[in-house]
């Protein structure tokens, strides 16, 4: 297997922090709307759903990165052009997968040459160490 592909004990920490992300942005957003005095309850739904469903897709195709990624140097990009994001859709569906696998989604990365779990094939994507990608490009 290549060096430059992220191995599993760093996308699992990526993923960790990721969460704790999120619940600090749900917090946040709990706390702006409680200024507000009446806010209805699908407002609520809404802005927590908006954030669990968004996050990551568009991080990912926006910048190649969540948060989690970027404090653990790793960068989810296009399989068949390595320099690129992945787009919206696609980044979109990855995460659907993702979501709905969950851990199980990872058992086909230590079988795999380029390290890719399952919403990896589904998403064309490919996740890589950056220290690595930066010195390819």
Request: proline share 2%.
């Amino acid at each position: 297997m290549e060096d430059k592909y992220a191995q599993i004990f760093t996308r699992i920490k990526a993923a960790f922090i990721d969460s704790i992300v999120m619940v600090v942005l749900m917090y946040a957003a709990t706390e702006i709307l409680n200024l507000f005095e009446t806010i209805p309850n699908y407002v609520r739904i809404s802005v927590f759903i908006f954030i669990c469903l968004v996050y990551e897709p568009i991080l990912v195709s926006s910048f190649g990165a969540t948060v989690g990624h970027f404090f653990s140097d790793i960068v989810v990009k296009r399989e068949n052009n390595e320099q690129r994001n992945i787009l919206l859709p696609k980044a979109i569906i990855r995460f659907i997968f993702k979501f709905c696998l969950g851990w199980i989604s990872l058992l086909t990365i230590s079988g795999h040459e380029k390290r890719k779990a399952i919403h990896d094939h589904v998403g064309g994507s490919v996740v890589l160490k950056y220290r690595t990608t930066q010195k390819d490009g």
